[in-house]
C-alpha cells in the first residue's frame, strides 16, 4: 500500500497553483481522500479533472476564469462535490459508464473507452484501481496525461500503479498502464499530473520524462 504523502494534511483555503500556462492544481481535497483537482483554462471552455474542495474562493477563481464547461471524474473517489459544482456552473460531467449510478442525481455524459472532447483533450478508459479508472490526455507541453489515481508518485517521485486493499482489479491495472504504453510515445507523453500523493513530488506541480518512466517500470513483477 502507498504511504500517504506529507501533502495530504493541506488545508483547502490555498490558492490553485499554476501548473503550466493556463493549467492549475488545487490542494489536496479531504472529500477525496487528498485528491488533486485540475483546471483547464481554454477559449473552447475550461475543463476541471476531478472535484476541488466546495470552497467558494475556489468557485470565484474559477467563475473569474470563464468557468467550467467539463467536469471530467478521473475515478469513483473524485467525485466529491460534483453535483454541487454542476448546478453552480452548469457544466458537463463525464465519467466512464460503469461508475455513472454512483451520482444518479446528477446530469452525465458517459463513454466506454475513450471520449474526444477536442483536437487537444480526450478521456481514456483505464480501469483497475476502480472499474471506471479513467486518464485524461492533453495534447500541449509535449503531451500532459492527468492521471488521476491509476498512476501516483512513489516516495522517490516516480511514477507507478499502486495495490490498495480498495483496489477494484489489480492485474487489468497493469494491462492498463501496458495500454498505455502502446498508444503514446516518448514524443507525446511528457508529462504526469498525478491525482494524488503530490507531496511526493517534493514541491513539482508534474512528472517529468513520463513515458520513458513508465517504460523502466518492471511489469512482469508486479503482475505477481
Known sequence: MCPLPPESNQTITKSPQIVFNSIFAFPPNRDTLGGTAYFIVRNEGNILIDSPAWDESYQSFMDSQGGIRWLIITHRGAIGKAVEY????????IIQEQEAYLIPEAKLTTFHRELTLNPTTKVIWTPGHSPGSACVYHNEHGGILFSGRHLLPNQQGEPAPFKTAKTFHWHR??????????????????????????G???????????????????????WE
Open 86 to 93: 454542476q448546478k453552480a456552473f452548469n457544466c458537463e460531467i
Open 173 to 198: 491495472q497493469i494491462r492498463s498502464v501496458k495500454y498505455l504504453l502502446e498508444n503514446f510515445s516518448p514524443e507525446n507523453l511528457a508529462v504526469i499530473c498525478p491525482g494524488a500523493n503530490t
Open 200 to 222: 511526493f513530488l517534493r514541491g513539482k506541480r508534474v512528472i517529468n520524462h513520463a513515458y520513458q518512466q513508465l517504460a523502466a517500470l518492471d511489469l512482469a513483477q508486479l
